[in-house]
C-alpha cells in the first residue's frame, strides 16, 4: 500500500461523540422552544455539560485533541486562509490554523448561548447554583432572551462556517472529513 492511501487514527472516539452529540444537541435546543421548553433546556444542559469536558479533554486529552495543537497565532490563521483562498494551503494531519479558530471560537459562542439561557432559568435553580450566575441579576430576562438569541444565531453562522470550511479543505486536498470525524481516521 503507497504512502498516499495510508491511513491513522487521528481523531479519538471523546472527540467524534462529542462533536456529532453537541451538534445534535445544538440542533434540538435551536429549534425547540415555548411548547418543547423542557427539551430545549436540557438540550441546553447537555451542551453545557459537552463543552465542559471538550475543555479539560483539549488539555490532557489526546496530541490532536489538545488546544496545544490547533492554537495559533493569528497571522499563521490569516496566512492560511489566504492560502486557501488561492488553493495553495498546506494540508495538516489534525486541525489546520482556521479550524483550530473555528473550534476556539465555537467553544466560546456556544458557552456564551448556554450561559446566557441558564442565566434567564436562575430563578427556578437551587439557591447554590443559581448564585453561580449572579452576573445576571442586574439584567432582566427579556435582555438575557436577546442575547440568548443574539449568541445562537451567531452559533448558527459560524457552525455555517465550519461547514462551509470542512468542505472547501475537503475539496482542496481530496478528503473526506466528515467520514473522517466519524471513523476517526486520516490519511497520512
Given at each position: 500500500m503507497s504512502t498516499h492511501n495510508r491511513m491513522t487514527?487521528?481523531?479519538?472516539?471523546?472527540?467524534?461523540?462529542?462533536?456529532?452529540?453537541?451538534?445534535?444537541?445544538?440542533?434540538?435546543?435551536?429549534?425547540?422552544?415555548?411548547?418543547?421548553?423542557?427539551?430545549?433546556?436540557?438540550a441546553g444542559y447537555l451542551m453545557l455539560g459537552l463543552l465542559a469536558c471538550r475543555l479539560v479533554w483539549g488539555i490532557v486529552g489526546t496530541r490532536h485533541a489538545r488546544f496545544t495543537d490547533f492554537i495559533t497565532m493569528p497571522s499563521t490563521i490569516v496566512a492560511y486562509l489566504k492560502d486557501a483562498r488561492a488553493g495553495t494551503a498546506k494540508r495538516y494531519l489534525g486541525h489546520n490554523p482556521a479550524g483550530g479558530a473555528m473550534i476556539v471560537i465555537l467553544i466560546i459562542v456556544l458557552t456564551l448561548t448556554v450561559v446566557t439561557g441558564i442565566g434567564m432559568e436562575r430563578g427556578t435553580l437551587p439557591a447554590n447554583v443559581a448564585s453561580w450566575f449572579s452576573m445576571f441579576d442586574g439584567y432582566s430576562n427579556r435582555s438575557l432572551k436577546h442575547f440568548h438569541e443574539f449568541f445562537a444565531n451567531l452559533s448558527m453562522v459560524f457552525i455555517l462556517g465550519h461547514v462551509i470550511g470542512v468542505l472547501i479543505s475537503s475539496w482542496q486536498h481530496r478528503e473526506n472529513l466528515v467520514r473522517a470525524m466519524i471513523d476517526g481516521k486520516k490519511r497520512i
Open positions: 487514527k487521528v481523531w479519538d472516539p471523546f472527540v467524534r461523540i462529542f462533536h456529532w452529540t453537541l451538534l445534535a444537541a445544538f440542533i434540538v435546543a435551536f429549534s425547540t422552544e415555548g411548547d418543547l421548553q423542557v427539551l430545549h433546556n436540557a
